[in-house]
T-cell receptor, first 113, second 113 residues
Framework: QKEVEQNSGPLSVPEGAIASLNCTYS??????FFWYRQYSGKSPELIMF????GDKEDGRFTAQLNKASQYVSLLIRDSQPSDSATYLC?????????????FGGGTRLMVKP | GAGVSQSPRYKVAKRGQDVALRCDPI?????LFWYQQALGQGPEFLTY????????KSGLPSDRFFAERPEGSVSTLKIQRTQQEDSAVYLC???????????FGPGTRLTVL
């Protein structure tokens, strides 16, 4: 079993809809969680990070964390075709710099005009 | 300011050749990470430096892989006697001392023929 699991997709949503991307992780001691966006042929770009249970909002993006359920999600409101990309969930065992990230396989999102 | 840079962006090697991949982290970033990303998968950790010290090399797949960061800035990932299974994108990421968000360079796409 992979340590960080994501549905590979593709997840297809119409323009203007809410896209919901999900991620589960196996290490109950994990402390910090990251969402990266990766366009085809490009490198991962940090979108959001979350450390505490609950919701964290940044513009059209909301990250949700539930440590008891070992579940983290990313909501994208008012989805745009430019949001079409692969979204990578990454988990860090601690808060401090110097810890490696464990990535899921990514979910491919397609936003249709 | 400038982000993480990597060179070369593309490298084609014949099986058995040695290759060297370079990473220039964001200025002042203490932590530097190397990841390997196979097609259609999430990045996988290779090794980590804090300044010039290599603190974790548990992800290096074999003793053909070697990384260094002699002056605590630029890092080089060297692969000796390349094999076809080494074909992947090699990503470098850096993070500052204060927090653990990692910022990725554009990657080097290695193709071993």
């Amino acid at each position: 079993q992979k340590e960080v699991e994501q549905n590979s997709g593709p997840l297809s949503v119409p323009e203007g809809a809410i896209a919901s991307l999900n991620c589960t992780y196996s290490d109950r001691g994990s402390q910090s969680f990251f969402w990266y966006r990766q366009y085809s042929g490009k490198s991962p770009e940090l979108i959001m990070f979350i450390y505490s249970n609950g919701d964290k909002e940044d513009g059209r993006f909301t990250a949700q964390l539930n440590k008891a359920s070992q579940y983290v999600s990313l909501l994208i409101r008012d989805s745009q075709p430019s949001d079409s990309a692969t979204y990578l969930c990454a988990v860090n065992p601690g808060y401090n710099a110097g810890n490696m990230l464990t990535f899921g396989g990514g979910t491919r999102l397609m936003v249709k005009p | 300011g400038a982000g993480v840079s990597q060179s070369p962006r593309y490298k084609v090697a014949k099986r058995g050749q040695d290759v060297a991949l370079r990473c220039d982290p964001i200025s002042g970033h203490v932590s530097l990470f190397w990841y390997q990303q196979a097609l259609g998968q999430g990045p996988e950790f290779l090794t980590y430096f804090q300044n010039e010290a290599q603190l974790d090399k548990s992800g290096l797949p074999s003793d053909r892989f070697f990384a260094e960061r002699p002056e605590g800035s630029v890092s080089t990932l060297k692969i000796q006697r390349t094999q076809q299974e080494d074909s992947a994108v090699y990503l470098c990421a850096s993070s500052p001392r204060e927090y653990n968000e990692q910022f990725f360079g554009p990657g080097t796409r290695l193709t071993v023929l």
